[in-house]
């Protein structure tokens, strides 16, 4: 009788732990004009919440919106007009079975925002107190010294300068130009030369410094405080930040067994089983993760059958995604001139709800190689390969399958090119 009972036990705690709630969020707009908020789950990624919008009208500075949800994870609330600009600032928080309340100010007091109700979102806000107390003042001086620097045309380097120029100069629709120029300008961003002698002395090196001890001490509180507040903040890093900083990448890598453990059905679990694997291999010398997709006519392809002992391109790409497209322009010659000596190039379209935009793309294009198709992030392969958060990746292997260079400009893969084949 007892095995029954904790059987029948064990069982309805395992319905319960997924069990639907209800979260009412409610609220006061102060001393701004917006009219709708948007809501999104953070493990759903940008680019699927631009595709799903969920609004929310705010009437006479309120709102109140009631949803559903299966397990507690970070929600965020956006303003329409601030996502229509192209630049927002996101409000993050965790629904609880009951009422979560807010007071928003204008984007430029956001710091002045309150939430209230529910332990999650309790624990967030005693991490953001601990970390302003130790680096809001340091940082807030370096943000003035950008300002200055900005201000008095000090801050950038006469050839990024020459750069902005370029791009402001070029047509609106001029995809292929703007590509090209953007390269150029993240090439300079990577090796710090987009900054004057002066602002690296003044702020670049200084902020660097700051965010690596910021970055360390935060992971210290998320080892020794673990909650599903602090595998939201580890989540955010790996989506934001795990494939451009190491820091990042290494600190997020040691403390996610502890967390793998402790919430091992947790959807950050899972999305961070792929990211952190894809981050052991999807570099240069490491190997490429091989996957099954469906072709634009319904056929189930498997990359490796398509790519072996070839010389391959990998092209993680979309309709929607318009540096994307300017760079796949870009390799087409090269594509022409290699593809009978044993080069191969297979794009990967991220789309959305259908594949009609693609096509229709593609109609436009001279993308002659073949094309798979990932959509509405059913296969989770932006997150397998670290790019859950970005544009795109192109991917170029050898015939063995080893990662030989990572978005690599023309001239690049046509010298490795002469060299493979």
């Known amino acids: 009788m007892k095995g029954v009972t904790l059987s029948t036990f064990l069982f309805l705690f395992a319905l319960s732990s997924f069990a639907q709630q209800q979260c009412t969020i409610k609220g006061e707009i102060i001393d701004r004009n917006s009219k709708v908020l948007l809501i999104h789950r953070y493990s759903e990624g940008y680019n699927s919440f631009k595709e799903n919008q969920t609004k929310i009208p705010i009437k006479k500075g309120r709102f109140e919106y009631t949803f559903s949800y299966t397990e507690p994870e970070a929600y965020e609330l956006i303003f329409e007009d601030e ?22 100010h204008p984007k430029d007091q956001w710091e002045r925002n309150t939430i209230t109700g529910g332990q999650l979102n309790d624990e967030l806000k005693a991490y953001q107190q601990y970390t302003n107390q130790l680096f809001d003042k340091r940082m807030n001086e ?54 004057t002698e002066k602002a690296k002395r003044l702020f670049v090196d200084p902020y660097d410094s700051l965010s690596r001890a910021e970055h360390v001490i935060k992971y210290e509180y998320i080892r020794t405080n673990v909650s599903l507040a602090s595998y939201y903040l580890i989540w955010k890093d790996a989506d ?18 502890l967390y793998q453990k402790t919430y091992p059905e947790h959807i950050y679990t899972k999305l961070l089983e792929r990211q952190v694997a894809g981050l052991r291999t999807i570099h240069i010398g490491g190997q490429y993760i091989d996957f099954k997709a469906p072709s634009l006519e319904g056929d189930s392809i498997q990359l490796s059958s398509v790519i072996q002992n070839q010389v391959a391109l990998i092209d993680f790409w979309g309709s929607w995604c318009g540096p994307c497209i300017a760079k796949s322009r870009m390799v087409v010659p090269i594509y022409e001139q290699y593809k009978d000596k044993g080069f191969k190039i297979v794009g990967i379209a991220r789309e959305f709800k259908n594949t009609d935009a693609v096509k229709k793309r593609l109609s436009k294009e001279n993308f002659s190689w073949l094309n798979l198709v ?10 397998t390969y670290g790019i859950s958060n970005g544009t795109g990746l192109m991917i170029l292997v050898d015939k063995d399958g080893t990662i030989l260079s990572l978005d690599p400009k023309p001239e690049e893969l046509e010298k490795i090119l002469l060299q493979k084949l």
């Open 374 to 383: 990932e959509l509405d992030d059913k296969l989770n392969l932006w997150n």
């Open 83 to 104: 996502a229509k600009q192209g630049t927002w600032i996101a409000i993050p928080f965790f629904p609880t079975n009951g009422i979560v309340e807010f007071k928003l």
């Open 240 to 257: 934001m930040f795990m494939k451009s900083s190491p820091l990042v990448a290494q600190l997020v890598s040691n403390v996610f067994p």
């Open 142 to 195: 370096l943000m003035k010294i950008q300002t200055e620097l900005t201000e008095k045309n000090e801050y950038n380097s006469a050839a990024y300068e020459e750069l902005r120029q370029r791009l402001k100069a070029t047509k609106a629709n001029d995809q292929d130009a703007k590509a090209l120029i953007y390269q150029e300008m993240d090439e300079l961003q990577k090796t710090h030369a987009r900054y």
